[in-house]
């Protein structure tokens, strides 16, 4: 069964960072692309990084590049988000997604809430 | 970067009726090599995450029931429910995934009388 498990985020001040962990598990990682998707508290959904199989190539909507690095380590199956100079804006549920290569997102994690506030 | 607008933004039945939602992007999402559109559909459902219902534009993800139908080719696609049930209450949106930035479309949110 596939599995992608969020963890990371919290509350946090504007101008700092954090990062975001989604733990895939019930198939092969290192297969995949794979993305972060996020969605502001009541709005609507906003892609924010997609990261090739091997990790060479990365993704970012304009919203977030600069800022923002998606990363991943294929041996622990693991997904990352670093996220920088956060802004009030940033706040959302943020999805860790699988995707297949004929379509976008297949399988979505549950979601981890990240805050921006002072 | 391509603008999904969908339509309505919300909407109200009774089970068993049909439902069309309709998105329509701002350039082309039909592939000239190979002829598919990348376009998809999601649900999502009230506490829940999405989870995709349609990609390239017609061909339903594997356990969805078949009274959701996707169709539509170029600029112009249309998510039709057929017999609606109450467990589809939920949020849909659309998606294209022909070039980056992918961009959702602002969601539908169908409510069962």
């Known amino acids: 069964e596939v599995q992608l498990v969020e963890s990371g985020g919290g ?35 906003e892609w924010v990084a997609t990261i090739s ?19 991943r380590d294929n041996a622990k199956s693991s997904l990352y988000l670093q996220m920088n100079s956060l802004k009030s804006e940033d706040t959302a549920t943020y999805y860790c997604a699988r995707r297949r290569s004929s379509s976008p997102f297949d399988y979505w994690g549950q979601g981890v809430m990240v805050t921006v506030s002072s | 970067d391509i603008v999904m607008t969908q339509s309505p933004s919300s909407l109200a039945v009774s089970a068993g009726e049909t439902v069309t939602i309709n998105c329509k992007s701002s350039q ?5 090599g190979n002829q598919k559109n990348y376009l998809a559909w999601y649900q999502q459902k009230p506490g829940q995450s999405p989870k995709l219902l349609i990609y390239l534009a017609s061909t339903r993800e594997s356990g969805v029931p078949d009274r959701f139908i996707g169709s539509g080719s170029g600029t112009d696609f249309t998510l039709t429910i057929s017999s609606v049930q109450a467990e589809d209450l939920a949020d849909y949106y659309c998606q294209q995934h022909y070039s980056y930035p992918f961009t959702f479309g602002s969601g539908t949110k169908l409510e069962i009388k």
Request: glycine share 8%.
């Open chain 1, 53 to 71: 199989t091997s990790g060479s190539r990365t993704y970012y909507p304009d919203s977030v590049k600069g800022r923002f690095t998606i990363s």
């Open chain 1, 11 to 45: 509350l946090v001040q504007p101008g700092r960072s954090l990062k975001l962990s989604c733990a895939a598990s019930g198939f092969t990682f290192s297969n995949y692309y794979m993305a972060w998707v996020r969605q502001a508290p009541k709005k609507g959904l």
């Open chain 2, 28 to 32: 082309s999402l039909l592939s000239s």
